[in-house]
């Protein structure tokens, strides 16, 4: 499994500055793949069961999670939520106190170098975290060590960011002198063998490995209703930039997605497709 690219990429600077917009924006995208997720591809938690919520940002993982559990009545025995930005982890304490969550922790953690022993989880998800980490090896290598013989682990990349991709057309269009939104790892993570590969050389068995596709239309319709919504919730988006360049932002997305889809209100170039991978140890 090769490292992301070298490149002036900081996450940790990057979901710093993101953090306080984070739920407005990407969050309703990583959010939506994450509630299908524990909704339709896995067993509900049970009251006997330790998840990790790793690489947790926000923490939308667990505060759907929190909503179920409200629900039916039963609670997991814990989740420890863990993500290496303190900002995030502050912003899901917020959430935890205002929404009186239950057997939650949570903790400032490196998902490279994760504190809990051996086998601790019974259910590990990661989501839309692991091609951020400087070395996604060291990361999932962490999640099968983690995991509890039989247990399941859930990981999460992007197949297409559609949105993204004409956020940053639209970048160009506006400002072609400032370099443009773009992710080293977005080209390598497209591929399907990549979240496979990294998996199975952490120690999961390959027939143990099962990956589907989900399509995500979250944003689709916030957008439409406002497009502004991008210039005030993605600041990467928009830095260096003027007041009256911000305000054309939204526009000129709209502008591009229709062109490139005249039939659809643009919705196809609007929406992400996600790749799920469900791993037992």
């Known amino acids: 499994m090769e490292k ?4 002036d990429f900081n996450p940790a600077g990057h979901f710093d500055q993101l953090s306080a917009k984070y739920d407005d924006l990407i969050g309703l995208m990583t959010g939506d793949i994450a509630r299908y997720t524990l909704r339709a591809l896995i067993e509900p938690p049970t009251s006997d069961m330790v998840l990790h919520d790793n690489a947790c940002g926000t923490g939308l993982v667990t505060e759907y999670l929190q909503q179920v559990s409200s629900q039916t009545g039963t609670y997991p025995k ?9 900002s995030v982890t502050k912003i ?4 935890a106190t205002q929404q009186h969550w239950k057997n939650v922790d949570i903790a400032v953690m490196d998902s490279q170098e994760l504190a809990f022993p051996d086998g601790s989880f019974d259910l590990s998800i990661t989501n839309f975290g692991i091609f ?3 070395d996604p090896q060291r ?9 509890k013989p039989g247990g399941v682990a859930v990981v999460t990349a992007w197949k297409e960011r559609r949105m993204m991709d004409t956020i940053a057309a639209a970048q160009k269009v506006i400002r072609p002198d400032l370099k443009g939104l ?4 977005a080209e390598l993570w497209a591929k399907e063998d990549t979240l496979r590969d990294v998996l199975v050389k952490a120690g999961f068995e390959a027939d143990n490995v099962r990956i589907v596709e989900q399509r995500t239309d979250a944003v689709v ?8 919504m991008v210039a005030r919730s993605y600041p990467a988006a928009v830095e260096g930039w003027s007041e009256e360049e911000k305000a054309r932002l939204g526009q000129e997305i709209l502008r591009i997605a229709r062109e490139r889809d005249p039939e659809g209100r643009g919705v196809g ?3 992400s497709v996600a790749y799920i991978a469900i791993a037992k140890k």
């Open 4 to 7: 992301t690219a070298a490149t």
């Open 78 to 86: 814990m989740v420890h939520a863990t993500d290496f930005v303190p």
């Open 92 to 95: 899901m304490q917020r959430k």
């Open 132 to 134: 951020f980490l400087p």
């Open 139 to 147: 990361g999932a290598d962490q999640i099968h060590r983690t995991l």
């Open 182 to 185: 773009s992710s080293p790892w």
């Open 221 to 228: 319709d916030a957008f439409l209703r406002d497009p502004e």
């Open 269 to 271: 170039s609007l929406y």
